[in-house]
């Protein structure tokens, strides 16, 4: 462990993990994270030569370490052994089977459909605008 990093701070060093995606298609990226998936407009910025970025409150945010047994194990249960991409971004819902068909809707591809994973939680995985593949997960108590 790296000495110079705060031990008694329950955060470290870092103070917020944000994901920054290159939206080829802007307007589309905008309407399917922020319209379809519901994550509220944070911050918004246009500059010169039409640059533009909004920055989307997801919540919580965790960076989440798999060595390759593990992401083939997370591949195998999650999407019947097909390769996740390099960098799979996973988000928390209450309702992953709805939040599922509403982002298919929005015009994500489905990957595989919601299922229960042997930790518990309900996931579904999905391309989405702009490239990014996700995860969409719901915790299940151990009476869900």
Known sequence: MNDD?????????????RLVVHAEDFEQALAFYRDALGMPEQEAYEGAGGARVVILDAGRATLELSNSAQVRMIDEVEAEGRPSAHLRVALEVDDSATVTAQLVEAGADLVAAPRETPWRSLNSRLDAPAGVQLTIFQELGPGD
């Open 5 to 17: 990093v705060n031990r008694d701070s329950p955060q470290g060093r870092v103070r917020q993990l």
